[in-house]
């Protein structure tokens, strides 16, 4: 599902070269839950960003779903994310001036998907959201808008659900049922997840964990 090959990342900080990650070679396979657990500055981000095609490496290969993005031009790369990777970050990132069901709506009214609204119901329903459908962002919870955010990352029934710190602006208790509404995404739909947390109880409970120091995979993980 997922490859990389020789993956680096440099950026130019002031008059000197940074090394945010060093080649590392990785290998996701379909239906995976993958956990990349680090300190802060490791490379987490960096690397979930890089496996989006959301960045470029400065080196090495990524292959997603048997396409390799780095060969994509900006236009492909987005085509790819909109049909094959759906994304559930930190801060939800909704669009404040739609409702719930609206924010569903927008990736499967973008790919022209058949049915979108019965879709985007049933995506809510299966969050639990049903009686929230005409409430925008600043009616919900955290919780709440978290739930509408894999809801509208599962609109257009992805390959590959990429999750960046998906419980960190939330509090315990609703962690773990984010918890396990990205769990039971991976489980009875198959679908790959790539989680960046440091969250002990959501890695502990991914099929793999990859540990991130100063941009190199620890020894020992995979």
Not at 4 to 27: C, F, N, W, Y
Not at 77 to 105: D, K, M, W, Y
Not at 141 to 165: M, T, Y
């Amino acid at each position: 599902m997922i490859r990389l090959e020789g993956v680096s990342k440099t950026v130019q900080s002031g008059t000197r070269a940074l090394t945010i990650l060093h080649p590392l070679d990785l290998e996701v396979p379909a239906g995976q839950c993958l956990a990349i657990v680090g300190p802060s500055g490791s490379g987490k981000s960096t690397l979930l960003g890089l496996i989006a095609g959301l960045d470029a490496p400065t080196s090495g290969r990524i292959v997603v779903d048997g396409v390799d993005i780095t060969a994509l031009d900006e236009d492909a790369l987005a085509t790819l994310r909109g049909r094959r990777i759906g994304f559930v970050f930190q801060f939800f990132h909704l669009i404040p001036s739609l409702t719930a069901l609206e924010n569903v709506l927008v990736p499967l009214e973008i790919a022209g998907a058949p049915g979108p609204s019965a879709r985007a119901r049933a995506l809510l329903a299966d969050v639990g959201l049903s009686d929230r459908l005409d409430h925008y962002p600043a009616q919900l919870s955290g919780g709440e808008q978290q739930r509408v955010a894999i809801a509208r990352a599962l609109a257009n029934d992805p390959a590959l659900v990429l999750a960046d710190e998906p419980t960190g602006n939330l509090d315990s208790a609703t962690g773990r049922h984010i918890i396990e509404i990205l769990l039971a995404v991976n489980r009875r739909r198959r679908t790959t997840l790539v989680l960046v947390t440091h969250d002990p109880d959501l890695a502990s409970q991914a099929d793999v964990v990859v540990r991130l120091r100063d941009g190199r995979i620890e020894d020992g993980a995979p």
